[in-house]
């Protein structure tokens, strides 16, 4: 399986890029749209982490610029009724920490905002998401520093959706102490990190 492909701009185009390899191996990588404003002109190198996606007589690579954004398509494409297209799409109106907190947050208003994603589909994905994303979906994320044994998991959530671990700290440090179940500390820790 296709992890990461580094190479030269063989040729662009209007979903994606083909990649020349050192190897001579041109591969056609599919972006995310706000990725595709950045391939480099013809001639130039590129690096995508990729996503490789198998179907029947079909092999299909999509590409991120970041690890984060090839695991959150790849988690993404694990619920039902959410192919590599649909996924693709959400990643193309939003940024990985962007889409990870609209579903952490269940904003079904903000999901259903994206083509072919309907009410009963946003839900699906915050029902079957929710947690894996709470708890980190980047792999290998350590905990911050300056974090309690309680407030560790939190912490690494946070930072694991984008938000600076300093930002993170601070919010953290403003919740009431007691133990409230983690989605209920997500949420108002995501509240106070909306304020800021």
């Not at 191996?25 to 480099?40: E, F, I």
Request: glycine fraction near 12%; include cysteine; proline fraction near 8%.
């Amino acid at each position: 399986m296709i992890a990461y492909l580094e190479g030269t701009v063989q040729a662009r185009l209007p979903d994606g890029v083909v990649l020349l390899t050192a190897g001579g191996v041109g591969y056609r990588v599919r972006l995310p749209t706000p990725l595709l404003a950045d391939v480099p002109e013809t001639g130039q190198p590129a690096r995508y982490h990729v996503a490789t996606i198998v179907r029947e007589g079909e092999i299909t690579l999509y590409g991120f610029a970041r690890g984060d954004g090839k695991a959150l398509f790849e988690l993404l494409t694990t619920v039902t009724g959410i192919g590599p297209k649909l996924a693709l799409a959400l990643l193309s109106a939003f940024a990985p920490a962007d889409a990870a907190t609209a579903i952490v947050t269940q904003d079904i208003a903000r999901l259903t905002s994206i083509p072919g994603i309907g009410r009963k589909t946003a839900t699906r994905l915050c029902l079957e998401l929710t947690e894996k994303l709470a708890r980190g979906w980047v792999p290998g994320a350590a905990p911050a520093a300056g974090a309690s044994s309680g407030q560790s998991e939190l912490v690494s959530a946070l930072t694991n959706l984008g938000f600076p671990e300093k930002d993170v700290l601070a919010a953290v440090r403003q919740l009431p102490p007691g133990g409230q179940p983690f989605p209920e500390q997500l949420k108002k820790a995501l509240a106070v990190l909306g304020r800021s």
